[in-house]
């Protein structure tokens, strides 16, 4: 069963990308600011435009759900943060070739495997505030007090970010938590990092999965568990990123599923295509020089 299990998801989660209305009922919701965005244009060299594709670590896979999936399929916790973590890679390779020419960093090559833990030991990841979603545009006296405001804004005083948890203010331990939701974005410590991955894989746009999170929806009443309302949800935070280190989009992928369902393959199919779909919107549209040439004719 373990062996092919990996071969028949492949196959299923291509066939749900073309029926993605009938295998997907669950809820879908991409957080603040992603789908707002206007997707950017970004004109690349013919040898560097290629979209590469790194998986998370493993080390950032975070769930609640390994005990009951495991118990069902008979899984161990390695085998269902690998099965997860390729099943992610598949999807998002899956829809994003439709629309790039793709690199995938999951792969069965020993060459291949040394650059991505060279990635991995070349960046960082930090906690930031999901994006908001662009205010519209307003007319009259409201622009005007929006500059008003931006102006304010600019001159007060820096606002360092908090950290979650807890400190001391007087001698009194004071309690930090944050309301607005958060995701993990990538932080470059090496910024060579490029310069080694361009030449060598033709590639000038970059998805970094930074964590997946399968976890139950908040707000979780106990005597829920077990009922039809029951829910649980999967978070894929992500960042795209550019050859020159420009930091093009960073967020997160939410969706709720039902807390019933703890088959491995119906969550990856159920939810993965979609998921890959939202995060592959956000990517910015490649053009090569030939198509800018063409476009001018």
């Known amino acids: 069963m373990k062996a092919s299990l990996l071969y028949r998801l492949f196959i299923l989660l291509a066939l749900s990308t073309s029926a993605l209305g009938v295998l997907s009922q669950e ?3 991409l957080l ?3 789908t707002e965005m206007d997707r950017d244009t970004l004109l690349l060299p013919l040898d560097q435009s290629r979209l590469m594709i790194v998986p998370f670590e493993p080390k950032m896979y975070r769930s609640e759900v390994d005990r009951y999936i495991g118990k069902r399929d008979q899984l161990s916790f390695q085998e269902i943060r690998g099965y997860f973590r390729l099943a992610l890679d598949n999807a998002l390779s899956i829809e994003a070739k439709k629309s790039y020419e793709i ?5 069965d090559n020993a060459d291949v495997n040394r650059d991505l833990d060279y990635i991995y030991k070349s960046i960082g990841y930090q906690y930031r505030e999901m994006p908001k979603p662009p205010e519209p545009e307003k007319k009259g006296l409201g622009k005007i007090a929006n500059k008003v405001k931006g102006k304010i804004d600019e001159l007060g005083e820096d606002k360092d970010p908090v950290e979650e948890g807890g400190r001391i203010e007087n001698g009194q331990i004071v309690h930090v938590s944050y309301t607005q939701e958060r995701f993990m974005a990538t932080k470059i410590i090496n910024q060579e990092m490029f310069n080694f991955l361009s030449p060598k894989y033709g590639t000038g746009l970059y998805l970094f999965v930074n964590q997946l999170d399968i976890r139950l929806s908040p707000g979780q009443e106990t005597t829920s568990f077990g009922s039809d309302n029951f829910r649980r949800e999967i978070k894929v935070h992500y960042s795209i990123l550019s050859n020159d280190k420009t930091e093009l989009y960073a967020g997160a992928v939410k969706r709720a599923f039902s ?3 703890n088959s491995i393959k119906l969550i990856i199919l159920n939810n993965f ?7 592959v919107r956000t990517l910015p549209v490649v053009l ?3 198509q800018m040439e063409t476009g001018m004719e």
């Not at 690199?103 to 792969?107: G, I, Q």
Request: avoid cysteine.
């Open 27 to 29: 809820d879908n919701t």
């Open 32 to 34: 603040p600011g992603a």
């Open 103 to 107: 690199v995938r960093m999951h792969a």
């Open 259 to 261: 807390g019933n369902n």
């Open 273 to 279: 295509p979609a998921i890959a779909t939202e995060i």
């Open 288 to 290: 090569k020089p030939e």
